[in-house]
């Protein structure tokens, strides 16, 4: 009976122990891809995600503005640190040629004496400090913390990017992809099509660029879509992103006016290779707390460089007049405290800086790049006499900025 009872218990547990070995355990299910389990409309956001993820990416990217000129290019390229928040590469522009003035004076900013901001900065975010080295100087400028002394809208904010360290990146828009439709693509992967409003394509630019295009800014208008195309790899990695704006030009009264297109590109690549190389110890920094200053801040004979990184107008680097320089100031004439008009102010500011040339030493005066030329600014009539009586600066420009822009490019 025991034998018996033993056989029977014996033929009853087996089949159950080969029943629970082929239905298998949880653990050895398939997981969830990351982002192409996701619906549809969030993969966008999920793939940037698994961007983010692998910690580091080389990236490039072009802005192509076109117009009856021909194709001016702002090309981007560095390496991102997503993890760590850190970000070095370099800004470069190249211009059409016969480009109008004005959409010079917009894309690369304008600055005291002749010609732009310099064609081509190397910058390096890490958190809240953004480094930059515009055109030949030979140091860097160093923002760091709130920026509110050289105006709230000061286009270095631009350089620090929410999505990653680098800003002005399409990576800075993806999220607010909208009417997703995907399709695969060979070895895995996966193409996104989508739209964008207005409102959330102009996170990308500086808010100066932005003033220049559209002015539908509803965050809910959809009257301006920006087109927009992800290209996703098997790990669900962004590869590539493109977006045409050409919808934003708009404005009739931009000094964009003139352009036909607007078209930008972006491609990643070597996700998690080496972290970006961040600017040595060794190198000079310049703190922008102290260094960048109103060139009407500056005691007379002071030298200064005019690329501050910001684009806000008045305002320059301080250096010492040993070293290479682009202006020295070598005149603050008073111009009273009542706005004289438009005509009269500009003829006062002449006369008074063409008395003060005159006198100025001779070694001042022979580093100048075109000889017996100077140059001045004064407060428009919003701001003169603000603050007791207005005043002018004369200076002289002593390196001349077409020669500046040529080894930028």
Aim: charged share 25%; hydrophobic share 35%.
């Amino acid at each position: 009976m025991i034998n018996s009872r033993l056989r029977l218990l014996y033929a009853v547990v087996v089949p159950t122990l080969l029943l629970t070995a082929c239905a298998g355990s949880s653990e050895d299910q398939q997981p969830s891809h990351p982002v192409f389990d996701a619906p549809v409309g969030q993969q966008p956001r999920q793939a940037l995600l698994a961007t983010q993820g692998s910690r580091n990416a080389r990236f490039t990217q072009t802005l192509t503005f076109g117009s009856p000129s021909g194709d001016t290019v702002q090309q981007s390229a560095g390496r991102v640190d997503f993890s760590d928040g850190r970000a070095a590469g370099s800004i470069e522009w190249v211009l059409a040629p016969d480009l109008p003035a004005a959409a010079k004076d917009a894309l690369l900013g304008v600055r005291l004496g002749p010609g732009h901001s310099p064609a081509r900065t190397r910058i390096a975010v890490d958190g809240d400090s953004v480094r930059l080295r515009a055109g030949e100087a030979g140091y860097w400028l160093k923002y760091e913390g709130t920026l509110e002394t050289f105006g709230g809208e000061a286009s270095v904010n631009a350089l620090r990017g929410t999505e990653s360290a680098f800003g002005g990146t399409l990576l800075e828009i993806l999220s607010g992809a909208q009417d997703v439709k995907d399709a695969k693509a060979p070895g895995g992967g996966r193409t996104y099509r989508a739209q964008l409003t207005a409102y959330n394509a102009l996170r990308m630019f500086s808010q100066d660029l932005r003033a220049e295009l559209t002015s539908n800014i509803d965050p809910n208008g959809t009257d301006t879509p920006v087109t927009l195309s992800i290209a996703v790899d098997a790990d669900g990695h962004i590869t590539r992103a493109e977006a045409d704006f050409t919808e934003l030009l708009d404005r009739k009264d931009s000094a964009l006016a003139a352009m036909t297109g607007l078209h930008a590109v972006m491609t990643l690549s070597r996700q998690g290779d080496s972290p970006p190389a961040m600017p040595t110890p060794s190198e000079r920094t310049l703190d922008a707390k102290t260094a960048v200053r109103t060139v009407g801040d500056l005691k007379k004979g002071s030298c200064a460089d005019l690329a501050t990184g910001n684009r806000t107008f008045d305002m320059v680097v301080a250096v010492p007049c040993a070293q290479p320089h682009d202006v020295r100031v070598f005149a603050h004439a008073r111009l009273g405290t009542e706005y004289p008009g438009d005509g009269r102010a500009q003829q006062k500011v002449d006369e008074e800086c063409r008395s003060e040339h005159l006198s100025a030493p001779r070694e001042w005066k022979r580093e100048a790049a075109d000889e017996d030329v100077y140059w001045y600014t004064w407060p428009e009539e919003d701001s003169w006499g603000v603050g007791g009586t207005a005043t002018a600066s004369c200076y002289i420009v002593t390196r001349d900025p077409v020669t500046t822009r040529a080894l930028a490019v």
